[in-house]
């Protein structure tokens, strides 16, 4: 990875894995998600460091989609961000 590195990719897990723990989501949720993005960072090398965040969302927002019963609104997460992403 040119643009991202082990320690952006733990911060961002960390930080999916609160989103997952906060919204009282499933364990496979969270580990769906994960995969998505390790998959997502494999084969897309030019991932910038400011859409990294919101490529973590995305990868949760499709976990959701999978495994919830009820979905969880996207201007949530995105609120979760802290600004770093918007609609």
């Known amino acids: 990875q040119m643009y991202i590195t082990a320690s952006m990719r733990a911060i961002l897990v960390d ?3 609160e989103l997952c723990y906060n919204y009282s989501l499933h364990r ?3 580990h769906t998600a ?3 993005l390790d998959r997502t ?3 897309n ?3 910038k460091k400011t859409e990294f965040q919101a490529v973590g969302a995305v990868c ?3 976990a959701i989609k999978l495994w919830e ?4 609104n996207l201007d949530m997460i995105i609120q979760s961000t802290g600004g770093s992403c918007t609609a």
């Open 15 to 17: 930080w999916m894995s």
């Open 28 to 30: 496979v949720t969270f």
């Open 34 to 36: 994960v995969n998505l």
């Open 41 to 43: 960072i494999g084969i």
């Open 45 to 47: 090398h030019c991932i």
């Open 60 to 62: 949760v927002v499709i």
């Open 69 to 72: 019963p009820v979905s969880i």
